[in-house]
């Protein structure tokens, strides 16, 4: 199983280079990684997660079929922006309201290497601008207020001392 870096590993604040090739390796590493996703109860994983520091993350929420986005860009965001409940596995058992665009389009390649555009609102728009992100070295702690990613930081910091 892969293992999920955690909050304060340096990994995870940086930039994630292009992929190369989509290959068979990348299609077996995309399901090892929905693979943990899933087993963290995760609805999103994006490859700095898992120490690779490429542009690709996979995620799937409810009942939809599993989603692969390499090389993602962000082509629009919509004006209005809405607040709701965001955890990530590299921050476990915590959560915090991050206000962010209600709908966005992404343009990215599937793991087959078909290029494809999709518009996305709701909770999938969600999960996508978090695991881009990712790709940039942010994560949704970075996107609080001073003072709340502070008490966040010190909770998680609590708990990995427990
Ligand atoms: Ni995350």
């Known amino acids: 199983m892969l293992k999920i870096l955690l909050l304060g590993n340096e990994t995870l604040k940086k ?7 989509i290959d068979q390796d990348l299609r077996e590493y995309t399901q090892q990684m ?20 490429e542009r690709f ?3 799937q929420v409810e009942d939809d079929e599993p989603r692969v ?13 809405v607040i709701y409940e965001e ?6 058992n915590l959560w915090a309201n991050v206000k962010r665009p209600s709908a ?6 599937n793991e087959k290497g078909r290029p494809f555009t999709l518009d996305a609102e709701g909770i999938l728009a969600r999960v996508i601008q978090h695991e881009f ?7 949704f702690v970075d996107r609080l207020s001073e003072t ?7 909770q998680f910091e609590k708990r990995m001392r427990m």
């Not at 955890?87 to 476990?92: A, T, V």
Request: with cysteine; net charge positive.
């Open 15 to 21: 930039t994630a280079e292009p992929v190369k090739d």
């Open 34 to 53: 929905l693979r943990a996703m899933k087993s963290g109860r995760g609805i999103g994983l994006a490859a700095p997660q898992v120490g690779r520091l």
């Open 69 to 81: 986005f390499i090389n993602p860009e962000i082509i629009r965001t919509s004006p209005d922006e």
């Open 104 to 109: 966005i389009s992404i343009q990215a390649w």
């Open 87 to 92: 955890g990530c596995l590299s921050i476990p």
């Open 57 to 59: 993350f996979v995620c």
């Open 148 to 154: 709340q990613r502070k008490r966040l930081i010190e």
């Open 133 to 139: 992100d990712h790709l940039n070295g942010i994560l």
